[in-house]
């Protein structure tokens, strides 16, 4: 989402007498014209060649106006110039742009996990399927999320944040974007990398809760056993035919801790 200050957007309704329709002469979209140029240079210098696909995602609330629809408060239009932008200006450099409109509820939070889970994830893990195809196990090193944290309804950026945080995301960030309205003034756009901002930092074992422990031991038993069958491969078939193509085993504990019960159970 821009700042609903960065464009100037027709509703796209039929218009009704006695207005008419325009033509859009110029449009100032300050955090979108820092920010792009920014994430292309640095996506460029950490990847040469790398493929770019900026997702823009727009929607609408309620209006402040008394008598206006709520669709006359959307950024779609918005997000079809910042498109427009992207293709004109990098168009040799980003793959592709595609804007993701998701009508009402941008003030729900409920209504923007549902949108983004449905929408917008989906279309994130395209890429990162894609990104499996071409670079087999090393995917993880070559492919990379980033959001920009500008301005929006808080209830979208927070669902955006929540659903994609599994994709390890870096930020984009600009402090003070009304600076640029009322002062004429824009801040230099910040880049945070995930270990840099991520808040849940990692726990040793022995901190953790008397369930999880017990689990995090059963699966280093598991993975014990596992090396030492496998080392031995006394003609059981693992090394030699089940491990013969990836030679990369996935090991799981179930851990099951039933209501009533005195202990879990584990199951490998």
Not at 194 to 202: I, L, S, Y
Request: glycine letters at 8%.
């Amino acid at each position: 989402d821009d700042d609903d200050e960065d464009a100037a957007v027709a509703s796209t309704a039929a218009p009704a007498p006695p207005f008419r329709l325009i033509n859009v002469v110029g449009v100032f979209m300050p955090l979108f014209a820092s920010l792009l140029p920014e994430w292309v240079a640095r996506t460029e210098q950490a990847f040469p060649g790398s493929r770019k696909v900026v997702f823009l995602v727009s929607g609408w609330g309620s209006s402040r106006a008394a008598g206006k629809r709520a669709q006359d408060n959307s950024t779609e239009g918005a997000a079809k110039l910042m498109a427009s932008f992207a293709h004109r200006c990098f168009g040799d450099r980003i793959f592709d742009v595609h804007t993701v409109h998701s009508g009402a509820g941008i003030e729900s939070y409920l209504e923007n996990v549902k949108f983004v889970n449905a929408e917008l994830k989906p279309r994130v893990e395209e890429c990162q399927e894609d990104a499996v195809r071409m670079f087999g196990d090393a995917w993880k090193r070559k492919f990379h999320v980033s959001i920009a944290l500008t301005t929006g309804a808080p209830a979208r950026v927070s669902a955006i944040n929540a659903s994609l945080r599994c994709f390890l995301p870096g930020y984009l960030h600009i402090a003070h974007t009304k600076s640029f309205w009322y002062e004429g003034l824009l801040a230099e756009p910040a880049f945070h990398t995930n270990h840099m901002v991520e808040a849940t930092p990692a726990q040793h074992k022995r901190t953790l809760d008397p369930f999880p422990q017990q689990l995090v031991a059963g699966v280093i038993e598991h993975r014990a056993n596992f090396k030492r069958v496998r080392d031995f491969d006394s003609g059981n078939g693992l090394r030699g035919f089940w491990l013969r193509k990836t030679r990369k085993p996935v090991l799981a504990v179930l851990g099951v801790w039933k209501r009533g019960e005195a202990s879990p159970k584990f199951f490998r």
